[in-house]
């Protein structure tokens, strides 16, 4: 094990892992409450000079293309799309040497509006979160009556052809776990890839309960019942969702079991949120301040430097069950899931 990072080249960590996926907050705002994620009445936003400017983000990604071997960039927050540089920001990230894959994880709200401007900015792809098709289901799940926006939005992605569409489901007991299957076959039919997301103890309500929480087992079983699954045989890399075969395919359906199958030993993201803190990993509780130094005249160099100073520090795995696991203060919505 080497003691200091690296002076140059890629975001490496003392274990090995290389992150080449970065995951951008664009705002911790969002237009929906879903209830996992933060309370009704919302949360402590950041204040307007807190954020990091449109062109402070474009600088960061750059650095994190440029000198750092990033490769993928994943817009997300809060609601990206109600970010109002987003296009702009896309635009400038799409124009970067060597051009990284670029994709958003969005509610939807909007989307169909802005899908053609978005694609033709750079935009590659979207992750689009849906957990109900009953529309009153949705009102209670996000306190907002907005279902027919999110289909409208999935529809106006496709036909921008910001595809593969991938569709994120976060099922909770006895709210919407019976509709594992009513939410596939609509995947299946729509031509989107279904994946299920364990719910994770990273809202900022601090609701999350082990005990009550739909595992991977149980999302799988509600599934079996209806479609015949098998494992997929195209190698997962350091994707977080594992897939298996729809009814013997090509279709595919994943779980991301972040909490009873964690993948933390093939990691290869890193994180930057809205107000310019690079993060190790989801449940980090150590930040590194990027916009104090970008603010302060820090030079590209520099920048790249405290990047992988940071991811250096990256810990060995989430460490969800060990009983002096601490949740970290920043919720899901402010660090970008
Ligand atoms: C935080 S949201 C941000 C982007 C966008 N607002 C959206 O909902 O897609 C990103 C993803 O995290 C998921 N998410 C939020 N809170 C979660 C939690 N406590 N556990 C698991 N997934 C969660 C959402 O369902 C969504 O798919
Ligand atoms: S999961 Fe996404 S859409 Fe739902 S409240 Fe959180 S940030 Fe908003």
Redesign the pocket.
């Known amino acids: 094990m080497n003691a200091a990072p690296p002076t140059d080249g890629a975001l490496v960590d003392r274990y090995g892992r290389v992150a080449r996926d970065l995951r951008v ?1 664009l705002t911790d705002k ?1 237009n ?1 409450r ?1 209830t ?2 933060m309370p009704a009445e919302g949360l402590p936003w950041l204040a307007g000079p807190e954020l990091l400017g449109d062109e402070e983000i474009v600088r960061l990604v750059r650095v994190a293309v440029r000198r750092l071997g990033v490769t993928e960039v994943r817009f ?5 799309l109600i970010r109002p540089g987003l296009v702009g920001i896309v635009a400038a990230v799409a124009a970067l040497e060597p051009r990284p894959r670029i994709s958003l ?4 709200i909007g989307l169909d509006r802005l899908a053609p401007a978005l694609r033709a900015a750079g935009l590659d792809r979207v ?3 849906l ?1 109900t098709l009953d529309p009153e289901r949705f009102a209670r799940l996000t306190r907002r009556p907005r279902l027919p926006d999110v289909l409208a939005g999935l529809a106006g992605a496709t036909a921008a052809g910001l595809t593969p569409i991938k569709v ?3 099922l909770m007991r006895g709210v919407n776990d019976d509709e594992a299957p009513a939410l596939l076959r609509f995947a299946l039919a729509q031509g989107y890839e279904l994946r299920f ?7 900022a309500q601090h609701g ?1 309960d082990r005990a009550t929480m739909v595992t991977a087992d149980e999302i799988l079983a509600h599934l079996h019942g209806e479609f015949a699954l098998t494992p997929d045989p195209v190698e997962r890399g350091a994707a977080p969702a594992e897939t298996w075969l729809v009814d013997g395919g090509p279709a595919r359906v994943g779980v991301i079991a ?1 909490v009873t199958r964690p993948f933390c030993g093939d990691c290869d993201r890193t994180r930057l949120t809205a107000d310019g803190q690079v993060r190790a990993c989801l449940f980090a509780t150590e930040e590194s301040d990027l916009r104090g130094a970008l603010r302060a005249g820090a030079d590209d160099d520099e920048l790249a430097r405290r990047w992988r100073a940071a991811m250096w520090g990256k810990r060995a795995g989430h460490g969800i069950d060990d009983p002096a696991f601490l949740q970290p203060a920043r ?3 402010a ?3």
């Open positions: 907050s969002c929906l879903c996992y994620c997300t927050g809060g609601e990206p994880t969005t509610n939807g992750n689009v979160s957990d994120n489901t976060v997301i364990e719910q994770m103890p990273l809202d999350w972040s919720p899901m919505s660090i970008g899931g």
